[in-house]
């Protein structure tokens, strides 16, 4: 089955940039979504086909995807963007769905 | 807007079922791919599987020998039973909906429901 890898956590002060990365084999050539999650709350779909916003989604919250790397950026970091973010794809070959095991963002 | 809301009980004793309700409301459930989603304590999300409206149904092959996903259109609700359980399976059980086809994420979800599973 195909295994998605994420960092634990990744830390940042408020107005820098953040980068989260989900790897996966080949996985620039799957379409890669990612999700934030306060605690408490339900996941909520920041980006989709690897930098697609949802509407309501901040501009800045953006996304790449190449080779084995997938990236989420976050641009002039907040407090409220403080959550655990965790990256999904499709697995066409089974289609099953898989998720990363997440990321704890935390703003310093 | 639709939105998803599950239900059932939040404490099941080892070894039996565990059956969870979502109801959909503000869209029809008609046309529409649904899945089961879990997150153990501290874990990452877990797919369980999915059914379309037609009652069409995939399962993660680590859960598929104890897992039954069905609908009810009359109802506009999809439910979950997972037999034989233990603590493993405790977690706050999600569902969602899925984009296909035009693509294959999850939005919305519902605000999701503890189960523990007691011995």
């Known amino acids: 089955s195909y295994v998605l890898t994420q960092p634990p956590s990744v830390s940042v002060a408020p107005g820098q940039t953040a980068t989260i990365t989900c790897g996966g084999n080949d996985i620039g050539r799957k379409s890669v979504h990612w999700y934030q999650q306060k605690p408490g709350q339900a996941p909520v779909l920041v980006l989709h086909?690897?930098?697609d916003r949802p509407s309501g989604i901040p501009e800045r919250f953006s996304g790449s995807n190449s080779g084995n790397t997938a990236t989420l950026t976050i641009s002039r970091v907040e407090a409220g963007d403080e959550a655990d973010y965790s990256c999904q794809v499709w697995d066409s070959n089974v289609d099953h769905y898989v998720f990363g095991p997440g990321t704890k963002f935390t703003v310093l | 807007q639709v939105q998803l809301q599950e239900s059932g009980p939040g404490l099941v004793k080892s070894s039996e079922t565990l059956s969870l309700i979502c109801s959909v409301s503000g869209g029809s459930i008609r046309g529409y791919y649904w899945s089961w989603i879990r997150q153990t304590p501290g874990k990452g999300l877990e797919w369980i599987g999915y059914?379309?409206?037609?009652?069409?149904?995939i399962y993660n092959p680590s859960l598929m020998s104890r897992v039954t996903i069905s609908v009810d259109m009359a109802k506009n609700q999809f439910s979950l039973q997972l037999n034989s359980v233990s603590a493993a399976d405790t977690a706050v059980y999600y569902c969602?909906?899925?984009?296909?086809?035009?693509?294959?994420?999850?939005?919305?979800w519902g605000q999701g429901t503890l189960v523990t599973v007691s011995s």
């Open positions: 086909d690897d930098s």
């Open positions: 059914i379309y409206s037609s009652g069409n149904t």
């Open positions: 969602a909906r899925h984009a296909r086809p035009r693509g294959f994420w999850f939005d919305p």
